[in-house]
C-alpha cells in the first residue's frame, strides 16, 4: 500500500487549491479514505472522509461547506478541492486509508495560506 499526496502550495487566503491522493497497491473505491492536516504545534485532525461503497463524505465543521472530497476510481485517485482557503488552514496535508485494521499515510503535502 502506497499513498502520494500533490498540489500543495502556497495560496493567498480565500484562494483556492486542489489536492490529490494517488493510491497504490489497492482499489481505492473498495476502502474509506480520509483526508487529515497537521498545523504546526498542533496535534493531526480529521478533515474529511469518503466512505468506500457509496462514497459517501463527511466533514469536520471547520471545513464544511469550503472543502469538498471526491475520487476516480478510474485513476485511482482522491481529491480535495478547498475553497475560501483562511490561513488556519495551513498545515501539512496527509492522505489516509482509514478502513480496516491499521492505517495507511501518505508523505503529506504543504498547504500554506498567506498574503
Known amino acids: 500500500v502506497q499513498l502520494v499526496e500533490s498540489g500543495g502550495g502556497l495560496v493567498q487566503p480565500g484562494g483556492s487549491l486542489r489536492l490529490s491522493c494517488a493510491a497504490y497497491g489497492f482499489t481505492l473505491g473498495s476502502a474509506r479514505m480520509s483526508w487529515y492536516r497537521q498545523a504546526p504545534g498542533r496535534e493531526r485532525e480529521l478533515v474529511g472522509t469518503?466512505?468506500?461503497?457509496?462514497?459517501?463524505?463527511d466533514y469536520a465543521d471547520s471545513v464544511k461547506g469550503r472543502f469538498t472530497i471526491s475520487r476516480d476510481t478510474a485513476k485511482n485517485e482522491m481529491y480535495l478541492q478547498m475553497n475560501s482557503l483562511k490561513p488556519e488552514d495551513t498545515a501539512v496535508y496527509y492522505c489516509?486509508?482509514?478502513?480496516?485494521?491499521?492505517?495507511?499515510w501518505g508523505q503529506g503535502t504543504q498547504v500554506t495560506i498567506s498574503s
Open positions: 469518503i466512505s468506500r461503497s457509496s462514497g459517501t463524505t
Open positions: 489516509a486509508r482509514t478502513g480496516g485494521v491499521r492505517y495507511y
